[in-house]
């Protein structure tokens, strides 16, 4: 009999090979499938999630455009592109909103700000963060009103040098077991009014 | 040969369990479990995941070799947990809005491989189910109750934000335990998350202890 001599089908080197192959390769046609069926949802995904925090910031009764349409392009003040969304209102800017990157004690903590024209704030909400859960997540406003606090607030109100947290002799409060969150998040809303106060005539430039 | 599926019970939620008795899956376990509710969510999402990976890995059991067998079921579970994501994220975004931290996790989470290895490489699909929906379950508790534990102790609160994990109706469920607590920060940080397992480790063999 031959058949006893010869090896399993399962333990030949060839089948072995062939079945990873057969494996990787219908893996891939998955995902490449389901990317491909997923890639303009999941965009379409992301603008509404900016359009939902844009609404935060800026109230609805203040722009008659849509404000996600047609941002402007920027260099932001690390060098790298910045968009810049317009809120307008028959044909005026009322505001401006983009985002701003602070570092806490995880990591980058984004921050979406939007300003009137004067440079006042409007509204400030952290879009992601990854900083210690029950400690540094207090800046997320659905935990607590900590962020709502810089909504008036402006460069001159308070003055430049007390835009930082109590301990550093500024006048924001930080959290009892976390400085470090509350330090990044207003070091980064600071350096935004400043990139605003440099910025000011090319960001309230109406687009055609 | 019959399954005994009350013996797989008691084995996922207790006597085997992923966490208090095989040790396994620590990565996700400690790094999330710094609130109850960080704890429920990944537990969910882990229990969907190991159910069907155990169901694909039993049903091409015949045909995978031996010698190759991690690298397909890898690849296996892999490939579904990128689809899950991919598929949350587009099409029912509001949760993966609060899963989606948990499910780029559950990919590092060797407890899946060790089901796949240890039970479904050998037993026929439906049994395999069913001890990944056991184990996963096993695991959630393991979870929530080291999450429960480190919130308490952390920050004076149990199932903080549960409302935004599973919607406004369980809101009843976010306690305050200590109130005006100031925190004791080193519970939430990961040392805690190890102090606190070593502990519940030591009950869990004391209970069993007593009751054998």
Redesign the interface.
């Known amino acids: 009999m031959t058949t006893e001599t010869k090896t399993p089908l399962?333990?030949r080197v060839p089948?072995?090979t062939i079945?990873?192959g057969v494996?990787?390769a219908i893996?891939a046609g998955?995902?490449l499938g389901?990317?491909n069926?997923?890639r303009e949802?999941?965009a379409q995904?992301k603008m509404?999630?900016l359009q939902v925090s844009l609404a935060q910031v800026v109230p609805n009764e203040l722009h008659d455009n849509n404000m996600v349409a047609k941002p402007l392009l920027l260099t932001g003040a690390d060098g790298k592109p910045l968009k810049v969304y317009q809120g307008t209102k028959v044909g005026k800017v009322t505001a401006l909103v983009w985002e701003t990157v602070g570092f806490g004690y995880a990591g980058e903590i984004r921050t979406i700000i939007a300003l009137d024209p004067d440079g006042k704030i409007l509204g400030t909400r952290v879009l992601s963060h990854k900083e210690?859960?029950?400690?540094g997540d207090k800046i997320e406003a659905?935990?607590t009103d900590w962020i709502t606090k810089f909504t008036g607030l402006s460069l001159g109100n308070p003055p430049e040098d007390q835009w930082k947290v109590k301990k550093d002799g500024g006048q924001f409060d930080q959290f009892?077991?976390a400085t470090i969150t509350p330090r990044g998040v207003v070091k980064s809303l600071r350096e935004a009014l400043q990139f605003f106060a440099a910025h000011k005539a090319e960001m309230l430039e109406m687009k055609p | 040969m019959s399954t005994d599926y009350k013996r797989l019970a008691s084995d996922g939620l207790w006597d085997n369990n992923v966490v208090f008795a095989q040790g396994l899956a620590l990565c996700p376990t400690l790094a999330v479990t710094s609130t109850a509710t960080n704890g429920l969510g990944m537990g969910l999402a882990t229990t969907a995941v190991l159910v069907v990976s155990n169901l694909l890995v039993s049903s091409v059991r015949n045909i995978v070799s031996p010698a190759v067998r991690i690298p397909v079921y890898i690849t296996l579970i892999a490939t579904l947990v990128t689809l899950v994501d991919m598929a949350l994220n587009a099409w029912v975004h509001e949760l993966y809005k609060v899963l989606g931290l948990f499910i780029a996790l559950i990919v590092v989470n060797c407890a899946i491989l060790g089901r796949a290895e240890s039970f479904a490489s050998k037993n026929t699909p439906l049994p395999s189910m069913f001890d990944g929906l056991m184990m996963g379950l096993g695991f959630t508790l393991a979870l929530v109750i080291l999450g429960g534990v480190r919130e308490v102790l952390g920050s004076g609160t149990l199932f903080a934000s549960a409302s935004l994990l599973l919607g406004k109706a369980f809101s009843f469920m976010e306690l305050t335990i200590i109130p005006g607590y100031k925190g004791f920060l080193l519970m939430i940080l990961p040392p805690g998350g190890f102090i606190a397992l070593g502990f519940l480790l030591a009950s869990k063999r004391v209970w069993d202890r007593r009751k054998a």
């Open positions: 399962l333990e089948y072995q079945l990873l494996c990787a893996a998955l995902l389901v990317d069926a997923t949802p999941i995904r509404e999630d210690t859960p029950g400690l659905a935990k009892s077991g």
